[in-house]
């Protein structure tokens, strides 16, 4: 087993709530193992740039509370080439790093994996942290429950208003290749519809039940569209519905980057914390080239090469309820 005496932690890809309750955990455990601890900022790019920052037990005070992440994230092309990954071998070999924690999503996993096979001397564990919640391995990724709950909070104020006027709204909402976050916040509104790319939009279909809806009385209508649904997204489906049923005032709101900002909800505070201190443990175990993920309550490490290889997939029974309901 390797000599573990120094590690490092990093956030990398698209910022999660919950980031920093995990950077905690990885720092407080780190130091209760006995280890060092660096920070690395803005992810890979930190690495080659050599922009590394010791971490005590005091430098992750009051921070599990706050979204964002104190190291910074950042997305690095240069770790993309041989060069910029030889050049961050070098910088971390300088400063005596054993191990690294890395926090993020698929492209960071194929980074940390790509980088293992290179430079097998310094370990790799990952902990997922991406509001998609697309990675296998896990029930859940960090920052997918405070994301869903945001829209929640931001769809329910716009039904206020939809009911006051007998208004459509579609609410577009992050997902780009998975329609997880459109799923559990469309069930979570009662939303009319949920589009998602997983699935094919029948636009006249659509048409149907809204017009259905319209004649039980219904004040308002919620249709959730997931960025990457077939349509090309809220604008565009909601343009093409309105050519063709025109009674209800449509309107269109894109959420954006609020849903990845914000306070950690309770259960992406636990599950970084609890994720945080297994990255350290496992490390400590002897285990490397792992995604350290939560399954049915237990802890489970999933190779870096399965995690990148496959997506989560969506229940398809919250699909079938999410229709049934909306009738
Ligand atoms: P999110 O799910 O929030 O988008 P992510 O980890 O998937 O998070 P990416 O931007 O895809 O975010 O990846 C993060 C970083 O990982 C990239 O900016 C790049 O530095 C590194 N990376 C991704 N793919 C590769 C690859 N094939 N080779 C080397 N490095 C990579």
Same mark, same amino acid.
């Given at each position: 087993m390797k000599d573990i005496r120094k590690i490092a932690v990093f956030t990398s890809g698209g910022d999660a709530p919950g980031m920093n309750a995990a950077i905690r955990a990885v720092v407080r455990n780190g130091i209760a193992n006995g280890l060092s601890v660096v920070g690395i900022k803005k992810g890979y790019q930190g690495m080659i740039d050599k922009d590394f920052v010791?971490?005590?037990?005091?430098?992750?005070?009051?921070?599990?509370?706050? =979204?964002?992440?104190?190291?910074?994230?950042?997305?690095?092309?240069?770790?993309?080439?041989?060069?910029?990954?030889r050049k961050a071998y070098e910088h971390l070999v300088s400063n005596h790093i054993d191990a690294i924690v890395a926090i993020g999503g698929d492209g960071t996993f194929t980074g940390a994996h790509i980088f293992m096979q290179e430079y097998p001397d310094i370990s790799i564990v990952g902990i997922p942290g991406t509001i998609d919640n697309d990675l296998v391995g896990t029930d859940y990724t960090i920052g997918f429950d405070t994301a869903v709950n945001t829209v929640i909070d931001a769809v329910d104020k716009l039904r206020d208003t939809a009911a006051s006027h007998d208004r459509l709204f579609f609410v577009e909402? *992050?997902?780009?290749?998975?329609? *997880?976050?459109?799923?559990?916040?469309?069930?979570?509104?009662?939303?009319?519809?949920?589009?998602?790319?997983?699935?094919?939009?029948?636009?006249?279909?659509?048409?149907?039940?809204?017009?259905?809806?319209?004649?039980?009385?219904?004040?308002?209508?919620?249709?959730?569209?997931?960025?990457?649904?077939?349509?090309?997204?809220?604008?565009?489906?909601?343009?093409?519905?309105? *050519?063709?049923?025109?009674?209800?005032?449509?309107?269109?709101?894109?959420? =954006?980057?609020?849903?990845?900002? =914000?306070?950690?909800?309770?259960?992406?505070?636990?599950?970084?914390?609890?994720? =945080?201190?297994?990255?350290?443990?496992?490390?400590?175990?002897?285990?490397e080239g792992v995604m350290v993920g939560l399954e049915h309550e237990k802890i489970k490490y999933t190779p870096f090469a399965l995690a990148i290889k496959d997506k989560a997939k969506l229940n398809l029974n919250l699909v079938k309820i999410a229709e049934i309901l909306a009738m």
């Amino acid at each position: 087993m390797k000599d573990i005496r120094k590690i490092a932690v990093f956030t990398s890809g698209g910022d999660a709530p919950g980031m920093n309750a995990a950077i905690r955990a990885v720092v407080r455990n780190g130091i209760a193992n006995g280890l060092s601890v660096v920070g690395i900022k803005k992810g890979y790019q930190g690495m080659i740039d050599k922009d590394f920052v010791d971490l005590y037990s005091t430098s992750v005070s009051n921070i599990i509370q706050r =979204g964002g992440t104190i190291l910074k994230t950042a997305r690095c092309e240069e770790f993309h080439d041989a060069e910029g990954r030889r050049k961050a071998y070098e910088h971390l070999v300088s400063n005596h790093i054993d191990a690294i924690v890395a926090i993020g999503g698929d492209g960071t996993f194929t980074g940390a994996h790509i980088f293992m096979q290179e430079y097998p001397d310094i370990s790799i564990v990952g902990i997922p942290g991406t509001i998609d919640n697309d990675l296998v391995g896990t029930d859940y990724t960090i920052g997918f429950d405070t994301a869903v709950n945001t829209v929640i909070d931001a769809v329910d104020k716009l039904r206020d208003t939809a009911a006051s006027h007998d208004r459509l709204f579609f609410v577009e909402v *992050m997902g780009r290749d998975s329609g *997880m976050i459109a799923l559990h916040s469309g069930i979570a509104v009662g939303a009319e519809a949920i589009l998602i790319p997983e699935t094919v939009t029948y636009v006249d279909q659509l048409i149907r039940q809204l017009e259905r809806g319209w004649l039980r009385n219904k004040s308002s209508c919620i249709i959730i569209v997931a960025e990457g649904d077939d349509t090309g997204g809220a604008t565009q489906i909601a343009e093409r519905v309105k *050519m063709k049923f025109s009674n209800y005032d449509t309107r269109v709101s894109v959420l =954006g980057h609020i849903q990845r900002g =914000g306070n950690p909800s309770a259960n992406d505070r636990l599950l970084a914390t609890r994720l =945080g201190y297994e990255a350290v443990e496992a490390l400590a175990k002897g285990k490397e080239g792992v995604m350290v993920g939560l399954e049915h309550e237990k802890i489970k490490y999933t190779p870096f090469a399965l995690a990148i290889k496959d997506k989560a997939k969506l229940n398809l029974n919250l699909v079938k309820i999410a229709e049934i309901l909306a009738m």
